[in-house]
């Protein structure tokens, strides 16, 4: 029997594309209402991508110039630059940039999944119906992770902060929350609060102590530390993991006080 030669990753062609109903779309559609809701956001995404690229701009023409001042007598002298001499720096015209919004599209993203050069965050970009129609829609290609990173990179803390700003405005004014309440885990709480955190922080100073006294040899100074650090830093070491193994026994947080105050005098 001849079997027919078949292509599993040709296009499927359809007459009405939907786009799908999804977290991720929600999310997107949240981003362009935020841009309409308030301008200023994308005025300050240029902002900050324009002082990002004018610092890289400096740096390239202080490469230069200490480049040429290797051909100068004085090798490897530093050339005199005038203090505030980049506020001078105009950009010159080069390849389109990113829309401002599509910025904003991918720092949501970023916080939505995670890092852009993470593999599933990495195959979600590519193989993402929803961000395909969002592109066509600006007429631009999927950008590389590293140009999606340096544009995510160049915004600001401050134009972050006003960002979640407008999300909480915006939060408020639909009715999701108040804030008035907060909402925690009452069992990881205490969890970091007990005992073992006291002992394990004891013990993790002496052994940053120790650490560092040994790295002294690296600059020449050579040191012979004592046996009874040794004995010490084992002593605390034994306490803390009586006090972890401790919990959840019969007069166990008196135990753990007693072995607490022991690590901390012996620490």
């Known amino acids: 029997?001849?079997?027919?030669?078949?292509?599993?990753?040709?296009?499927?062609?359809?007459?009405?594309?939907?786009?799908?109903?999804?977290?991720?779309?929600?999310?997107?559609?949240a981003a362009f209402d935020m841009a309409k809701t308030d301008p200023r956001i994308l005025e300050m995404i240029d902002r900050d991508r324009d002082a990002y690229a004018l610092g890289k701009k400096k740096e390239r023409l202080e490469d230069a110039a200490w480049l040429m001042s290797r051909g100068s007598p004085f090798q490897g002298f530093d050339l005199e630059v005038e203090e505030n001499w980049a506020s001078s720096l105009d950009l010159g015209a080069g390849r389109p940039r990113m829309p401002a919004i599509l910025v904003l599209v991918f720092i949501l993203y970023?916080?939505?999944?995670?890092?852009?050069?993470?593999?599933?965050?990495?195959?979600?970009?590519?193989?993402?119906?929803t961000l395909e129609v969002v592109l066509a829609n600006s007429n631009i290609s999927m950008p590389?992770?590293?140009?999606?990173?340096?544009?995510?990179?160049?915004?600001?803390?401050a134009t972050l902060e006003f960002i979640l700003d407008v999300q909480i405005s915006q939060a408020v004014h639909e009715g999701l929350d108040d804030f008035k309440h907060l909402t925690f885990d009452s069992t990881k709480v205490e969890a970091n609060s007990a005992f073992p955190t006291d002992s394990g922080l004891i013990i993790g100073m002496l052994e940053r102590v120790?650490?560092?006294?040994?790295?002294?040899?690296?600059?020449?100074?050579?040191?012979?530390?004592?046996?009874?650090?040794t004995r010490m830093i084992k002593v605390?070491?034994?306490?803390?993991?009586?006090?972890?193994?401790s919990c959840g026994k019969k007069n166990s947080a008196k135990k753990r006080v007693k072995l607490s105050a022991h690590s901390q005098i012996c620490g």
């Open 144 to 157: 590389g992770a590293s140009t999606i990173i340096d544009n995510a990179n160049a915004v600001q803390t």
């Open 210 to 229: 120790e650490h560092m006294l040994l790295k002294l040899g690296d600059y020449g100074i050579s040191l012979r530390l004592p046996s009874a650090m």
């Open 236 to 245: 605390v070491r034994d306490l803390h993991k009586q006090i972890q193994l």
């Open 110 to 129: 970023r916080g939505f999944r995670r890092g852009f050069k993470d593999r599933d965050t990495a195959t979600d970009l590519a193989e993402s119906r």
């Open 1 to 29: 029997m001849t079997i027919a030669p078949v292509t599993p990753l040709r296009p499927v062609r359809k007459l009405i594309s939907l786009i799908p109903d999804t977290d991720l779309s929600r999310l997107l559609a």
